[in-house]
């Protein structure tokens, strides 16, 4: 499988989706609102489009919850939910519960939920077909017909603000597949909406949740930070580990020293992506255009795992 | 994509190596009101001159333009510190500095002088996408009224700028959105550190054992 690009990446994002609910929760805190208000922020773009595709399904499912905007609930609580200071883990929601005046304007909104959509992205994959571009005596343009199916991924945290330790974390995965036919132009022909459908899901995974049911594929929030703290320790251990006499396609004088282990240059990857400045040097390197590098050009991983050139 | 690229091929090349001209004033800058408990104190807020009349002018190069910016911001500094000690301290007055003397008769706890340290416009491009950039820095002096600094806090502000398909038209927005958004992330760090650093607390801290403060800490 080869995957040809990643349109959206927001691994390092965090969105954040509040979900208002009202009397359904018999014997809480939640002051009575019958409604639903969503809210998310993602990285530190505040008026991202994207929010828009989680916010409008939860609004399709039930027009008679109110639903807010990521802005709306960011400035109701101004600036705890800023990109800077948002909580992203049960110590720090804890914390920010803690603060004085918190919990009053939070009853007050209604909120019981907090959910993080800490991944969304959209993968296209498996190309089928013949498409050809060029040149040829009389002729030019493109001729043929490619098909590339599409895969969404969207992550979230569901964070539970009367039980904070009892988050969780769910997913929603959908399929699709476009079309790219090839007529003296190029025409991409988008069939799949696989990130309108994988929103769909979601918000009736959290529709459901909220109205009493099960969250499917759901684990809970310990795992996650458990997983998180392993993967920060695994960075650091990179930038610790990393050796550019090791780990190279260096330039030492005319010399120039390829390295064939995706090992090793997923942990350049990492070292590099987790700040350190000699494995930046070296990525970088391959972008230079002002040398001739004889070596193949490195191989990088997408989101998802796949090798990508 | 393709379709903007034509549309905006024309005007790029009758553009192309102009200066294209953004002189606008920053108005009125719009904040949410804050979750906070103020401190019970009363400040007195001065605004010089130089921070009431700030301009910038640079010329930042954009794709195949030159966006020449003059930016009054004397007005949008006033109201971004209007609301920031409205809503950190309980009591605020205003002194003329022009007037050195009304100082001492203001019944002020401390004096806080806020000023514009430096603002700076670059240019983010990724092919036919590209963005303004912005770093804002203000400074925020505070005093007793007999001179002696409290603490000076600096509060930085680099909003991400988003990349889209744009025109040299959206100069002008561009420049006031990034500046919106810079101004809210001041707002942020101000309310979110401001009252957690050291300096405040002994302050405070000083007050109290002292009787009291204007704003009605202790009293």
């Given amino acids: ?59 399709g499912l039930d027009t008679e919850r109110t639903v807010l905007t990521g802005m709306e609930f960011r400035d109701s609580l101004f600036p705890f939910f800023e990109p800077k200071y948002a909580p992203d883990t049960v110590e720090e929601f804890s914390a920010f519960l803690a603060k004085p005046g918190i919990k009053a304007r939070i009853e007050s909104m209604g909120i019981r939920y907090v959910v993080s959509v800490v991944g969304l992205n959209t993968n296209l994959h498996d190309d089928k077909g013949a498409f050809w ?11 043929g017909m490619v098909s590339v199916d599409e895969t969404t991924t969207i992550a979230t945290i569901v964070w539970d603000l009367n039980d904070i330790e009892n ?24 069939i799949a909406n696989s990130e309108g459908q994988a929103c769909r899901e979601m918000a009736q995974q959290l529709t459901t949740y909220i109205e009493g049911g099960e969250l499917q594929n759901a684990s809970p929030i310990s795992e996650w930070e458990a997983d998180r703290e392993e993967e920060r320790q695994k960075k650091e251990a ?29 942990l350049l990857c990492i070292a590099a992506n987790a700040g350190h400045g000699k494995a930046q040097e070296e990525l970088a390197f391959w972008h230079r255009t002002d040398i001739h590098i004889p070596n193949e050009p490195p191989q990088f991983r997408d989101d998802v795992g796949h090798w990508v050139i | 994509m393709g379709r903007y690229l034509l549309l905006m091929l024309p005007l790029i ?39 009431k009349t700030a301009k910038h002018t640079q010329k930042v190069s ?4 030159i966006a020449d910016l003059d930016l009054s911001l004397g007005l949008a500094n006033i109201s971004l510190f209007d609301q920031l000690t409205t809503s950190m301290f309980s009591n605020v007055v205003y002194i003329d500095p022009n007037s050195p003397e009304e100082l001492s008769k203001q019944d002020v706890d401390a004096i806080l002088e806020p000023s514009l340290v430096s603002i700076h416009y670059g240019a983010v491009i ?25 603490l000076t806090f600096s509060i930085q502000s680099n909003p991400p700028p988003v990349l889209k398909v744009r025109t040299i038209f959206s100069f002008n927005d561009q420049a006031r959105e990034l500046f919106d958004s810079a101004t809210r992330e ?29 704003g009605g800490l202790s009293q």
């Fill in chain 1, 1 to 59: 499988m080869k995957s040809l690009s990643s349109i959206k990446c927001f691994i390092s994002r965090i969105f954040l989706i509040s979900i208002i609910m009202g009397s359904c929760f018999s014997g809480n805190a939640i002051a009575a609102n019958d409604g639903i208000a969503v809210f998310i922020a993602i990285g530190g773009e505040l008026n991202n489009q994207d929010e828009k595709c989680l916010t409008k399904e939860l609004r």
């Fill in chain 1, 167 to 190: 988050s969780r974390v769910t997913n929603a995965v959908s399929s699709g597949k476009n079309v790219i036919v090839g007529f003296l132009l190029p025409l991409p022909l988008k």
């Fill in chain 1, 133 to 143: 571009c060029g040149f040829a005596m009389d002729f030019s343009g493109c001729y």
């Fill in chain 2, 62 to 65: 954009v794709i195949e333009y």
């Fill in chain 2, 186 to 214: 001041i707002a942020a760090q101000f309310y979110a550190e401001f009252s957690t650093l050291p300096e405040i607390s002994n302050w405070l801290n000083t007050l109290e054992k002292e009787g009291g403060t204007r």
């Fill in chain 2, 13 to 51: 090349l009758l553009a192309a190596g102009c200066a294209v001209p953004v002189k606008t004033e920053m108005g009125d800058v719009v904040l949410p009101a804050p979750v906070l408990e103020k401190l019970p104190v009363t400040v007195g807020v001065l605004y010089t001159d130089e921070f």
């Fill in chain 2, 126 to 150: 990724n092919g036919i996408q590209w963005s303004f950039s912005l770093s804002l820095t203000y400074n925020v002096k505070l005093y007793l009224p007999d001179g002696d600094e409290i």
């Fill in chain 1, 238 to 266: 990179a930038i610790t580990v990393y050796d550019p006499n090791v780990v190279t396609a260096y330039e030492r004088g005319n010399e120039y020293i390829s390295l064939k282990s995706s090992e090793a240059w997923e």
